[in-house]
């Protein structure tokens, strides 16, 4: 068994803010996996918030011995990007070797198009109306907070886009006393979900306040094991493979979820359409699907994913799967 890691960059569409900063290209490792002369592939996003950087990602994967399975993958590495890439690329080999579909490897009913938000960068409240505006005509704006002063931001997108539905990003940003404040205005201008207000070291204090819409723990929720500590916070868990560590614990940690009550979102780091093709599987039936990451590239994968007015459809197989 071959590995092989490389650095791809994606210039984006244009210059994306959330409260942790600015980027404008996205920087991912693309994994590729030979075994027996059949090569399947995956794509991680390294993301800083959990320590993660280019380097340490790649050496992560470099450290893996010439033969793995998907089980023993989980006793080797870490969730985390490293994993995922390399989970995502075991799978697209057994598709390949099997002439099956990913989907019917996993027992999964034949999957289709999920409606998908598109994310607005965190800007002024004028220039945020105005991407509101360029955008309104999208099911779902998902837009990215995370400071004091947002109100003027929260107001301005749903005079930019009024019929849309919107949900909301903080980032970890807020205080207790920034949500408090702003929680009672969510349901007046149609806010249908807020992930992660609080950071998550932090957000013990949202036991026993008011969620007047439901609140979803992003950076609160990697995998299976994260769940226990959500009880009585939360009401959504955004699943995202570059945290669970692969499809493989994705899936897991949806089944798990679901059967605690908790709802289900799928999101994405800022990557590439082979990033969001094993994605599409776990975000079947789920509350929000958030895998707008090609929508903000400049430039994407050969067979990229398809989006159209039925939403982001799952992968040809000639992309991965």
């Known amino acids: 068994m071959q590995i092989d890691v490389t650095r791809d960059v994606f210039k984006l569409a244009q210059v994306f803010t959330i409260s942790r900063g600015s980027r404008t290209e996205a920087q991912v490792l693309t994994v590729r996996v030979t075994d027996g002369g059949v090569t399947g592939w995956g794509e991680c996003v390294p993301y800083a918030r959990y320590g993660e950087t280019l380097e340490s990602v790649t050496n992560e994967i470099m450290s893996l011995p010439d033969q793995m399975t998907r089980a023993a993958l989980y006793d080797l590495l870490p969730a985390g990007a490293a994993r995922n890439a390399v989970d995502c690329a075991l799978w697209d080999i057994e598709a390949k070797r099997t002439g099956q579909r990913v989907w019917q490897l996993a027992g999964l009913p034949q999957p289709g198009p999920e409606i998908t938000a598109y994310t607005l960068s965190l800007d002024s409240p004028e220039k945020m109306q105005a991407q509101a505006a360029q955008n309104a005509h999208r099911p779902i704006l998902k837009i990215k907070l995370g400071t004091p002063d947002d109100m003027p931001r929260l107001e301005a997108v749903r005079i930019g886009a009024p019929q849309t539905q919107i949900i909301i990003d903080a980032n970890e940003g807020w205080s207790a006393e920034v949500y408090a404040d702003l929680a009672p205005h969510l349901l007046r201008l149609g806010v249908a979900l807020v992930e992660q207000p609080l950071p998550a070291g932090e957000d013990d204090a949202l036991l026993g306040m008011e969620r007047p819409v439901p609140v979803c723990a992003d950076e609160s929720c990697h995998d299976r094991a994260s769940l226990g500590g959500l009880r009585g916070k939360y009401d959504v868990v955004n699943i995202k493979l570059d945290k669970t560590g692969g499809l493989s614990e994705a899936l897991a940690l949806r089944d798990a979820a679901l059967e605690q009550g908790y709802q ?24 929000v699907t958030d895998l707008d990451g090609p929508l903000l590239l400049a430039e994407d994968r050969e067979n990229a994913l398809t989006f159209d007015a039925a939403g982001v459809h799952p992968p040809r197989p000639e992309l991965w799967g």
């Open 264 to 287: 289900m979102m799928v999101g994405c780091m800022v990557g590439s359409s082979l990033a969001m093709a094993p994605a599409t599987l776990v975000a079947q039936g789920a509350m």
